[in-house]
């Protein structure tokens, strides 16, 4: 879909500065925000480790951080064959700011599958179990 490929461009622009020297991972993640803007992040990583913060997360946090609210698909690229999807963390971040929206997954050789959160993430604690 057109206006999937400007996502997993995106993605794939911002892979491009991923900051991952101790896995070698590099990973690229871009949402789009209602308003049409789109928001690209990639992997933090850090000498201790455990402070490695994944893609997705760089880029809803910088959208949300730009005062953007409502997204309608994010898309996520690593150099893998088998497609790497968003991980348990991240997946409570999109739902908590995208809700059930597509998750574009790609690799650099044009290997493509759209997911939907809902199948992605099932049964999850969001603000209507408070
Ligand atoms: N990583 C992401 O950035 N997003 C994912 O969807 C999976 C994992 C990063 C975290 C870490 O820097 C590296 O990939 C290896 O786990």
């Not at 400007?6 to 892979?15: I, T």
């Not at 201790?48 to 898309?75: H, N, P, W």
């Not at 690593?78 to 739902?95: K, S």
């Amino acid at each position: 879909m057109a206006d999937h490929n400007a996502l997993m461009e995106a993605a794939q622009q911002s892979r491009e500065s991923a900051h991952a020297p101790y896995s070698n991972f590099r990973v690229g993640a871009a949402l789009r925000a209602n308003s049409g803007r789109i928001f690209g992040g990639c992997n933090v990583e850090n000498s201790t480790y455990g402070l490695t913060v994944c893609a997705e997360r760089v880029a809803i946090f910088k959208a949300i951080s730009e005062g953007e609210r409502g997204f309608d698909a994010i898309a996520v690229v690593a150099d893998t064959e088998t497609l790497t999807p968003p991980c348990g963390a991240c997946r409570q971040l999109i739902w908590e700011f995208c809700g059930d929206v597509p998750v574009i997954l790609s690799n650099l050789k044009g290997k493509t599958e759209t997911i939907q959160m809902r199948d992605l993430f099932p049964r999850p604690f969001d603000s209507s179990n408070l």
